[in-house]
């Protein structure tokens, strides 16, 4: 079983930056796809980048052009890089293996995000 913890998040104002760190213990980590998913208040928690071993990456229509996902290998660590934030970019952010459209290990307690207008 792969331990996630998540830092980085934070209060923003509307067009700042953050980046979110996500620490991953285990052997295996290299091997897999990882994602970022984020939950707002209210709504499901959803997909919004992920990145594959080689480090092919896709992204959520919402965050395209804004978000960048990166991962360290040598660290077990993957990045999100935000950039242009906004309020609807609130959320509590979580990274997690992909698995087709599933997850593959127990979540983290996720690192929250606030964008203010």
């Known amino acids: 079983q792969v331990q996630l913890v998540e830092s980085g998040g934070g209060l923003v104002q509307a067009g700042g930056s953050l980046r979110l760190s996500c620490a991953a213990s285990?052997?295996?980590?290299?091997?897999?796809?990882m994602g970022w998913y984020r939950q707002a208040p209210g709504k499901q928690r959803e997909l919004v980048a992920s990145?594959?071993?080689?480090?092919?990456?896709n992204y959520a229509d919402s965050v395209k052009g804004r978000f960048t996902i990166s991962r360290d290998n040598a660290k077990n660590r993957v990045y999100l890089q935000m950039n242009s934030l906004k309020p609807e970019d609130t959320a509590v952010y979580y990274c997690?293996?992909?698995?087709?459209?599933?997850?593959?290990?127990?979540w983290g307690q996720g690192t929250p995000v606030t964008v203010s207008s």
């Open positions: 997690n293996g992909v698995r087709g459209p599933g997850t593959r290990w127990n």
């Open positions: 285990g052997n295996f980590f290299t091997i897999y796809a």
């Open positions: 990145i594959t071993s080689g480090g092919s990456t």
